[in-house]
């Protein structure tokens, strides 16, 4: 009897042991979420204007997963030298960075943004948006420091840039008039 007890507690303790689910971030466990305010401006001489999002994620302890939002504006630079009366530039995507160490008062933080959007050119007509919309791809690798302000609301100082492709040269801009560098503020508030 008591062999019988022994053996079944062994399998059953065995069977626990290899019922254990495996999954890619088995090991990272989730510490928090949050939602976030971005603010970019061109470092060049404005030729990549002032960019304004948000965006949100999950973190799992030092690193944080999620996505994001951006439109941009101020582009009257490139509008002297042709017919074009206002240009838009939105773009969202994949939102992937790193606090180290994210528990002092000052760290260093960094992120990159992977996002589509297109480059617009909108008109006044009610029942047609956009005169020319140019699909584009986007990658805004950045780095900096950020400090916390509270349990639930951090600020990130960077300084980064941004990699446009896919602009429609025919139109009077180029990939260059749409990428460059730029100095960033992000607002972030949540659960950290």
């Known amino acids: 009897m008591k062999s019988f007890i022994i053996t079944t507690f062994m399998l059953l303790f065995c069977g626990a042991i290899f019922a254990q689910e495996q999954t890619l971030f088995g090991r990272s466990h989730v510490t928090g979420g ?11 001489d404005k030729k990549i204007g002032t960019s304004i999002g948000g965006g949100g ?22 509008l002297d030298n042709n017919d074009l009366e206002k240009i838009d530039i939105g773009h969202g995507g ?4 790193i606090t180290v160490p994210t528990n002092k008062l000052i760290h260093l933080y960094a992120s990159g943004r992977f996002g589509w959007g297109a480059v617009d050119i909108p008109v006044d007509d009610p029942n047609f948006q956009f005169r020319d919309a140019d699909q584009v791809f986007v990658m805004t690798p950045e780095a900096g420091v950020e400090l916390n302000i509270a349990r639930w609301f951090r600020v990130a100082g960077t300084v980064g840039y941004r990699f446009l492709r896919g602009a429609n040269e025919n139109r009077g801009y180029t990939n260059d008039d749409f990428s460059g560098s730029h100095w960033g503020l992000t607002l972030r508030f949540g659960g950290f």
């Open 34 to 44: 949050f939602g976030s305010m971005i603010f970019e401006y061109g470092l060049n």
């Open 94 to 97: 994949l939102w992937l960075g």
């Open 57 to 78: 994620g999950i973190v799992f302890k030092n690193f944080f997963l999620g996505g994001y939002g951006v439109g941009s504006v101020d582009f009257n630079y490139l």
